[in-house]
């Protein structure tokens, strides 16, 4: 079974430089794309040596330059961009927390109905 949001363990100084070249900035828009690999959900992955599993480059940019994740949190995208590792535009909070940004800013996948009869 897959183990979700484990803390992300300390990076060598050279896995830490491998880490940023996957990094493209964005002068404009602000976001830091991570050019390196993605799941089938559009996240930048990197692997750390001495894991064999993958972490989440969001969450790898957070700790570098934030520190540690509080425990029971999710690193948030401020940006809604699932490519994007600026620290800038990340943040922490308790998953309940990212399903209300979701929902709230129309990334659930629900058709809402102002007004209209729901048609099922």
């Known amino acids: 079974m897959k183990k979700k949001n484990r803390p992300i363990p300390e990076l060598s100084k050279k896995r830490e430089k491998v880490f940023w070249s996957f990094v493209e900035l964005d002068l404009e828009g602000g976001c830091w794309y991570w050019k390196g690999v993605k799941n089938n959900r559009g996240y930048g ?5 001495g894991y064999k599993a993958m972490f989440m480059a969001h969450r790898i940019s957070y ?3 934030k520190g540690p994740i509080p425990e029971g949190h ?6 809604d961009n699932r490519a994007c ?3 800038l535009h990340l943040t922490t909070g308790e998953q309940q927390e990212n399903m209300q940004d979701m929902i709230s800013k129309g990334r659930a ?3 809402q ?3 209209e009869d729901v048609p099922f």
């Not at 999710?74 to 940006?79: A, I, Y």
């Open 45 to 49: 992955q990197f692997r750390i040596t």
């Open 63 to 65: 700790r570098l330059v």
């Open 74 to 79: 999710v690193v948030m995208h401020l940006c």
């Open 85 to 87: 590792v600026s620290p």
């Open 109 to 111: 996948g629900l058709k």
């Open 113 to 115: 109905y102002a007004g």
